[in-house]
């Protein structure tokens, strides 16, 4: 897939552990684990919404597509 | 061959039974032994089914007294953070997670008593190939030889849940 999570290089701008995001969020460290590594079926746009506003960023710093 | 084995089974148990009912009495001593072996059967198999230990017992191809079924299923998923997603999804389905062991990549859940069946034992067994995780499942009766498609509907279950935590 053409789509890459750069989940992990937000978290260490935002100076924010995965299990500090997941309380935050309210999804499991695993769920968030397997986005960090693109493996997940979707995203919600709730989830994503969540997110962008936990760590105070835009989807598209998240979400990255790579020819 | 499974099919032909519990027909032969079931007819070996119906012949059995008419016959002893036909010739012995209801106090008959051979009778009541039968009756007691069978119940201490069924009690030996309750207690033993919640320990990852008698895995092999249940699902052993020479214990015609239970049914089961295998299946696998292929993720691209690393296997530690698919252990832990399965544990996730038992944790949240109608099945109950009696032991699991991030040692060996085992895990044993079981289902509830239902009209269908006594319950059935769920076993996980995880494996990495090609950097991909493969799950092995294995459902398995209790104490009967036909499951009525209950070991199936475990399955479909238990992957119709992982499919959905997929989605966050």
Not at chain 1, 37 to 57: D, M
Not at chain 2, 113 to 120: A, N, P, R, T, V
Request: hydrophobic residues 45%; aromatic residues 12%; charged residues 20%.
């Amino acid at each position: 897939m053409a789509i890459i999570v750069n989940l992990d290089l937000v978290l260490v701008k935002r100076k924010m552990k995965l299990k500090e995001l997941s309380e935050k969020v309210g999804v499991s460290t695993v769920n968030l684990s397997i986005l960090k590594q693109g493996k997940v079926k979707a995203i919600r746009f709730s989830t994503l919404n969540s997110i962008c506003l936990a760590l105070n960023c835009q989807p598209g710093d998240i979400l990255e597509y790579v020819e | 061959m499974t099919t032909l084995k519990h027909i032969f089974v079931a007819f070996f148990i119906i012949i059995f039974s008419v016959l002893t009912t036909y010739y012995l009495k209801p106090s008959n001593p051979i009778r009541l032994t039968i009756l007691f072996l069978m119940l201490g059967f069924f009690i030996f198999n309750l207690i033993i089914r919640k320990h990852l230990l008698y895995k092999n017992y249940f699902t052993s191809t020479y214990n015609i007294l239970t049914a089961k079924v295998h299946y696998e299923v292929t993720y691209d998923i690393s296997i530690d953070l698919m252990f832990e997603k399965v544990i996730e999804v038992i944790n949240n389905s109608n099945f109950k997670l009696v032991e699991s062991s991030k040692s060996t990549y085992e895990i044993l859940a079981i289902t509830p008593i239902s009209l269908k069946s006594w319950g059935e034992n769920l076993y996980i067994d995880f494996n990495v190939k090609d950097e991909k995780t493969i799950i092995k499942f294995c459902s398995a009766t209790l104490f009967q030889m036909y499951s009525w498609e209950k070991n199936k509907e475990n399955y479909d279950e238990l992957l119709n849940n992982i499919e959905k935590s997929l989605v966050i």
